[in-house]
């Protein structure tokens, strides 16, 4: 409504003119242009250019490494002593070179350099009364948005079986781990050792099977795989039927002679079913139809225009809400944490 110009749920778009005769374009043409409308209201408001600031403003390992290569080195790559004549050479330009070098007499005294190099995160403006007053309204509705958007992203990458999306979405759960901080680190950890198997640990074959073998497709139909681990649970349930019904005959024996008939018990059962046409019904429960309260909140909402940045519009319990959650972000160190933890693993030490 905000971004098309909707009056309401049932009208036509005044910012956007749609093709004549839509209702009898092709399947296609008509998903072109669903794709081009929500691309407006992607732009609008999960997008936000401060994100790519942000990752360009950061300092990173190359920049620190095209500083030091600039000084001067022995020629077996270490730090000579500055002091005239002194021919110590040290391995880091660190505080042991520092103290050796205020040894000498006179010391060494050395005139901070200007590094041209990037902040970690974006600097403030100088002048605060120049910052805009955020509107907390807008950035938590955008931020709901985009939150939202992204986990149904990876809801859909599993029911379509796309194991290269899913580790694209396990990329961005890593970020918003790491930016969560000591509430998420075992998340972001999880998330990073993914990526080690995926792209160093497992062979190339294993990588695949990794990364494609992880969601099952039970009934043939487009778009309905699940999680490998909830189609085991689907199987223990089965087998604890199985098993329950074994009475005071159960034993290891029997309980793997079930195990291994699993899926052929399985199958004949649902032959079975089929033949007599019994339906067994879904488990999932009925819903009530939501329509009349949609109708509602989207009155009460577009009163409230929550998608129109309005300057100093505040939250009480929500006071100077971020819209972007990698704001916190720091990439630098990111950069570092991550490369500390290859080291553990090419040593074997565990993550923790």
């Known amino acids: 409504m ?14 956007y003119t749609l093709p004549e005769n839509m209702t009898t374009l092709s399947k296609g043409r008509k998903l072109q242009v669903l794709h081009e409308l929500s691309a407006k209201v992607v732009d609008n408001f999960v997008f936000n250019s401060n994100m790519v600031e942000q990752v360009s403003s ?17 020629p077996d790559g270490r730090f000579p002593c500055r002091f005239p004549g002194c021919k110590s050479s040290f391995k880091q330009n660190g505080q042991a070179r520092r103290n050796h070098e205020m040894s000498h007499n006179p010391p060494v005294q050395v ?5 041209m190099v990037s902040p970690t995160k974006p600097s403030a ?3 605060h009364d120049e910052v805009k007053s955020k ?27 796309d194991g290269a999306r899913i580790i694209r979405q396990y990329k961005y759960f890593m970020l918003y781990c790491k930016a969560d901080g000591t509430h998420s680190t075992k998340y972001a950890l999880e998330c990073l050792y993914q990526l080690f198997l995926v792209y160093s640990i497992l062979t190339p074959r294993d990588s695949e099977r990794f990364v494609w073998n992880r969601s099952v497709n039970n009934h043939g139909k487009k778009g309905c795989n699940i999680p490998l681990d909830e189609s085991t649970e689907h199987s223990n349930n089965f087998v604890k039927q199985c098993i329950r019904n074994l009475g005071p005959n159960i034993s290891e024996t029997a309980v793997s002679r079930l195990c291994k008939a699993e899926s052929s018990t399985r199958l004949m059962l649902e032959k079975l079913d089929e033949t007599l046409q019994r339906f067994s019904k879904s488990g999932s429960h ?3 139809s ?14 409230f225009k929550p998608f129109s940045e309005l300057e100093g519009r505040k939250y009480a319990h929500f006071l100077d809400f ?8 720091d990439v630098s160190d990111l950069y570092h944490w991550i490369n500390k933890h290859k080291r553990n693993v090419v040593m074997g030490i565990r993550a923790r």
């Not at 905000?2 to 910012?15: A, Q, R």
């Not at 950061?58 to 022995?74: F, M």
């Not at 971020?322 to 972000?329: A, H, I, T, Y």
């Open 2 to 15: 905000s971004v098309l110009g909707f009056e309401n749920n049932s009208s036509i778009p005044s910012k």
């Open 58 to 74: 950061v300092v990173s390992e190359q920049e620190k490494r095209n500083v030091l290569e600039r000084q001067a080195l022995t």
């Open 111 to 115: 005139e901070n350099e200007p590094l």
């Open 125 to 127: 403006p100088s002048n």
């Open 135 to 161: 509107d907390d309204v807008f950035d938590y509705n955008c931020a709901l948005l985009t939150d939202g958007y992204m986990f149904f992203n990876f809801l859909d990458a599993i029911k379509e079986g």
């Open 286 to 288: 009925s819903e009530t």
């Open 290 to 303: 939501e329509n009349k309260d949609l109708l509602e909140l989207i009155k009460k909402v577009a009163a």
């Open 322 to 329: 971020k819209r972007d959650r990698l704001e916190d972000l």
